[in-house]
């Protein structure tokens, strides 16, 4: 069975830093472009950061640019997203999700809150 | 950046009825468009791609259709798995993925 199944996230203080893991089973996720999108309270879905197959080409959504670092490891078939410099608005469900055009697979959701 | 607009915001359905719902793009995105269903605490799930095409598994009553501009998800005979909300995501220009604002459809 393909899973998504993702780590990390929790309770972070303004200006602080968490790592958020998504580990791949039962497909290589080497073949694919990979994705982390986000889902704030009674908000819609706003894809953050993409990356290619490779980890060559690399998007950011204009809101996280510069805080936000997506990487991967293709050998552990696993896929990170390095949360830094965190915001109230900031505050939502993440998920990691495979797929260039369109999400063919999507992990559980791992929760990040950004309070003091 | 291709703006989403899904119409209603809700959908209030009895069980056994015909769904309809809409999705209009900012540009034409082809056939280029998505429609994933989200219910609380899970993940999204991918229902249709390239407009039309279902997912791996996905019942037959779920249809998509449209091209261009306009799009539409029909649901032929809403089941109680199916009370949830539904996205819909362009991908002719991206990155980014851009979705819709989402259609709840709820118990009437």
């Known amino acids: 069975e393909e899973q998504l199944v993702q780590s990390g996230g929790g309770l972070v203080q303004p200006g602080g830093s968490l790592r958020l893991s998504c580990a791949a089973s039962?497909?290589?996720?080497?073949?694919?472009?990979m994705n982390w999108v986000r889902q704030a309270p009674q908000k819609g879905l706003e894809l953050v950061a993409s990356i290619s197959s490779n980890g060559v080409d690399i998007y950011y959504s204009d809101s996280v640019k510069g805080r936000f670092t997506i990487s991967r490891d293709n050998g552990d078939n696993s896929l990170f997203l390095q949360v830094t410099s965190l915001r109230g608005e900031d505050t939502a469900m993440y998920y990691c999700a495979r797929g260039g055009g369109y999400g063919s697979a999507w992990g559980q959701g791992t929760l990040v809150t950004v309070s003091s | 950046e291709i703006v989403m607009t899904q119409s209603p915001a809700t959908l209030s359905m009895s069980p056994g009825e015909r769904a309809t719902l809409s999705c209009r793009a900012s540009?034409?995105?082809?056939?280029?468009l998505a429609w994933y269903q989200h219910k609380p605490g899970q993940a999204p799930r991918l229902l249709i791609h390239g407009a039309f095409t279902r997912a791996t598994g996905i019942p037959a009553r779920f249809s998509g259709s449209g091209s261009g501009i306009e799009f539409t998800l029909t649901i032929s005979s809403l089941q109680s798995e199916d009370f949830a909300v539904y996205y819909c995501?362009?991908?002719?220009?991206?990155?980014?993925?851009?979705f819709g604002q989402g259609t709840k459809v709820d118990i009437k």
């Open positions: 039962g497909f290589t996720l080497s073949l694919y472009r």
């Open positions: 995501q362009q991908y002719n220009n991206w990155p980014p993925w851009t």
């Open positions: 540009q034409s995105v082809g056939s280029n």
